[in-house]
Structures are given as structure tokens and as C-alpha cells.
């Protein structure tokens, strides 16, 4: 069955730590990949996307991803993270149509 | 300002009690689509919309109607709802066309007791 797969459940780290979050999704052929963020008690909003060329993706805040075929991945990336990156995160996945399909989130929690 | 506009923020019925959850955009998109949130579970379609009159389940669609007589609204109707549609719902919308991303709306916590 095609999915989307978020590895952490719930990651914890302090202020100015590294953030690495992984995404793997299951369908083959040409994939627009997103990530969204949602922060407490908000709506989600869209961090980046990819849909083709550079695979290395930057996005708002200071975040970027890196879409490898070949691994089927599209990880999250973060040189130093703040307090206010404390959020909900969201990989998602579409094939051709608007048809958008959700990872399970993970949630971080940065301690000031 | 575009936007996604939900009503209600917050709800909280009985169970049974038909209800009635309203979707707006301001952004003339042909697709619109209804998601429930649950912890663990992420983000999972109900119903979506390709454009006026044009509506298919998604995921999750029992219990659960929609309708779109015009472009701009989708509404969500639950029409006798349980406790186990209690939930976080999202509506979302975007242009036709696979690469664009989904506007959200606030959210709607409903909760069915």
C-alpha cells in the first residue's frame, strides 16, 4: 500500500541542537514532496516542497530537505534550532493529482 | 487576505445530533478537501473535491457527507454523529494541479459526547 513514513514519534532536543527528522514514502514514479509545520494550536503551514531539480531543498526559517530517489526519502534539516521551531511536523506526498497523503507527524520539542 | 475560513473553532455535541461544519476559500481553487486529525494517526482524508458538483471519499469517509454547490464552500455534514468522530478536522484547498501545496483552515475540534 503506498505510504508515507515518519520515523520519531516525538523528538526532544535543546536550543542551537542539530534536527535531523526522517520521511520515507512508498510510491514509485514522479512525487511532489512537501513538509508542513503546525505549530500549537494552529493551522498547518507549508515549510517547503520539492518537485524537481535541486534535490536539496531550503525552505522558511532556516529549514531545508534533501530528496533521495534512491532511498525514497525526503528528510528534514535544521543547523540549530530554536525554541520557537517547537511544533508539529508533517512529511506529505503527491503523485499527479492533488491527492495529498500525510506522514504520522512528529512532534519536537525544543527546551529553551 | 487569502484564507481557508472554518466554522466553528470549537464544538461540542451529542451524539446523534446531525451537524454541520462550513468551509470557505477565497482563492477561486478548484480542489478542496476535508481531513481529520488524530494523535498518532497524522492527517487522513475524508472527502475531497475536484471542483463544483465533483466530490470523492478519501480515506475515512464513514460518517460523513459533503456537498459543493459552489466553488467556494465544501461543507462537512455529519449527519448522526458518535463519539468516535471526535477529532480535529482541517479543511484545505489548492489550484488543480499536483504541485500545488494545500491552504489549511483553523481547524474545527469537535467533540461528540
Known amino acids: 500500500a503506498q505510504s508515507v513514513s515518519q520515523h520519531n514519534h516525538h523528538v526532544i532536543l535543546s536550543e542551537a541542537a542539530s534536527l535531523e527528522l526522517g520521511c520515507n514514502y512508498s510510491?514509485?514514479?514522479?512525487?511532489?514532496l512537501f513538509w508542513y509545520v503546525q505549530y500549537p494550536g494552529q493551522h498547518l503551514q507549508l515549510l517547503l516542497k520539492?518537485?524537481?531539480?535541486?534535490?536539496l531543498v531550503k525552505g522558511i526559517k532556516g529549514f531545508e530537505a534533501e530528496f533521495i530517489k534512491s532511498k525514497f526519502s525526503f528528510n528534514l534539516r535544521k543547523p540549530s534550532v530554536q525554541w520557537s521551531d517547537t511544533a508539529e511536523y508533517f512529511c506529505a506526498v503527491n503523485v499527479f493529482t492533488n491527492d495529498m497523503r500525510f506522514g504520522a507527524g512528529t512532534r519536537l520539542t525544543v527546551k529553551p | 487576505e487569502a484564507q481557508v475560513t472554518q466554522n466553528p473553532r470549537y464544538l461540542i455535541t451529542v451524539t446523534g445530533k446531525k451537524l454541520t461544519v462550513t468551509c470557505s476559500q477565497n482563492m477561486n481553487h478548484e480542489y478542496m478537501s476535508w481531513y481529520r486529525q488524530d494523535p498518532g494517526l497524522g492527517l487522513r482524508q475524508i472527502y475531497y473535491?475536484?471542483?463544483?458538483?465533483?466530490?470523492d471519499k478519501g480515506d475515512v469517509p464513514e460518517g460523513y457527507k459533503v456537498s459543493r454547490k459552489e466553488k467556494r464552500n465544501f461543507p462537512l455534514i455529519l449527519e448522526s454523529p458518535s463519539p468516535n468522530q471526535t477529532s480535529l478536522y482541517f479543511c484545505?484547498?489548492?489550484?488543480?494541479?499536483?504541485?500545488?501545496?494545500?491552504?489549511f483552515g483553523n481547524g474545527t475540534r469537535l467533540t461528540v459526547t
Open positions: 484545505a484547498s489548492t489550484s488543480v494541479g499536483g504541485g500545488s501545496p494545500l491552504h
Open positions: 520539492y518537485f524537481s531539480g535541486d534535490p
Open positions: 510510491y514509485g514514479g514522479t512525487v511532489n
Open positions: 473535491s475536484m471542483n463544483v458538483e465533483v466530490t
